[in-house]
């Protein structure tokens, strides 16, 4: 199943985005409403918030005051974190209960309004942020829910604020406008990337790469790389010795085809083609079928064998080269990236490269660029480069 993750801030139009999921046939899990049914009266959840801040957060007939609660936890940070450690553990649990429960071919989205805070955008195969202007978030909170403004304010405070949710933000849906407009973002949204996602992924499938022409350098793909090599030390741990952005789109200021290039190192191969495959596979980036090397400096020598796998997404593109750390190709990679950084001409002159041999080969992409005997030279002025500053990978 795909699992999506989506948050918000208060008084964005989350709850909107998931009722047009839900209609879409998403399976919502509500983190609020698990969050109500962990502490509901009865439960350990909420013998233990009373023991933590006493009787005076419950109601007449015993049950938790939830704005008596949030009066004391939003003003008070230490206190707001106590509330957390008594609640999160009991929402991740039934959350994952909920998520089980889900059919094999679902889209489950786990509607999450502090996502961020607790750091759970990697446990997702992709998060989407409903982003709103804060003097628009104000105003519904005051004609929706009766909130004042100092309240609305504290609120929208002790979240995360817009930077940090774009941080992990795959899709940035924007509800500023109508209910329609937002509508439509979702159903485009499911359409054209959720369910084919999905699909993909339940048929250990790589998305088809389409046409990648060099792009104009984009300053989102470092943060791009770091959304999806959290995806990848969450599902291989300690057993992905170190995950690298490698590639053209690691050398800022590059043209390059909109592909983001990561290499995973691990022990072995053979490590490589065992659960290490099936968990990458589980975690959006299924195996490329088919023998791959890659192309030793200088050439002539016997080729360096690695494991390819790329991206279930449609709407992202990931070339994942698993390698055994300290190998040639490893090597030769974090070389190639870091003296490309470091030297403008030669930057200059591997675009120039690039542009003529696709524009001669369209079909073979950046991958016939490793061929050309550039890369030869290029290979000797880097080993030179890196004894001259003592670079180490």
């Known amino acids: 199943m795909l699992r999506v ?50 009787d005076a957060v419950l109601d007449a007939e015993g049950a938790l005051d939830r ?15 106590r509330l957390e450690a008594i609640t999160h553990p009991r929402v991740r649990t039934r959350t994952a209960e909920l998520i089980a429960a889900a059919a094999p071919d679902a889209i489950v989205v786990n509607d999450v309004p502090l996502l961020v805070e607790v750091g759970l955008a990697p446990t997702y195969h992709l998060v989407v942020v409903v982003q709103t202007a804060v003097p628009t978030r104000l105003e519904r909170l005051a004609r929706d829910r009766g909130m004042s403004r100092a309240e609305a304010e504290r609120r929208i405070a002790a979240q995360a604020d817009d930077a940090r949710r774009r941080a992990v933000a795959d899709v940035v849906l924007t509800n500023d406008g109508s209910l329609s407009a937002l509508h439509d973002a979702v159903d485009a949204l499911w359409r054209q990337r959720l369910r084919p996602y999905e ?15 060099p792009a104009e350098a984009d300053a989102s793909w470092p943060e791009q790389y770091a959304r999806l090599a959290a995806r990848i030390r969450h599902a291989l741990g300690a057993d992905a010795l ?14 390059a085809q909109d592909v983001i290039d990561i ?37 002539g ?6 494991r390819l796998h790329g991206s279930a997404d449609p709407a992202r593109p990931v070339r994942l080269h698993v390698r055994v750390a300290d190998s040639p190709g490893w090597r030769y990679a974090l070389l190639m990236r870091d003296h490309l950084r470091a030297d403008p001409d030669q930057r200059s002159a591997y675009l120039l490269l690039k542009r003529d041999l ?36």
Do not use: C, M
Request: hydrophobic share 45%; aromatic share 6%.
């Open 263 to 299: 290499q995973v190192a691990v022990s072995s191969l053979a490590d490589a083609d065992g659960a290490l495959a099936d968990r990458l596979a589980g975690a959006g980036f299924p195996r490329v079928p088919g023998q791959w090397w890659d192309d030793p400096r200088p050439a």
């Open 301 to 306: 020598r016997a080729r360096w064998q690695k």
């Open 67 to 81: 704005a008596a609660l949030g009066a004391v936890v939003f003003a008070d940070e230490a206190a707001r974190r």
């Open 242 to 255: 170190r995950i690298d952005h490698i590639g053209s789109t690691a050398v800022p200021g590059l043209a």
């Open 5 to 54: 993750g989506l948050t918000g801030g208060i008084g964005s139009g989350k709850s909107a985005v998931a009722a047009r999921l839900a209609e879409r046939g998403a399976v919502i899990v509500d983190a609020d409403q698990v969050a109500r049914e962990v502490v509901a009266p009865g439960t350990a959840g909420l013998i233990e918030i009373v023991e933590a801040f006493s």
């Open 199 to 213: 699909e993909n992924l339940r048929q250990r499938r790589v998305a088809p790469p389409g046409q990648h022409d």
């Open 358 to 393: 696709i524009d001669t080969a369209p079909e073979a992409g950046e991958s016939g660029t490793a061929r050309d005997p550039w890369f030869d030279e290029e290979y000797l002025r880097a080993e030179q480069w890196a004894a001259q500053t003592d670079w180490r990978p």
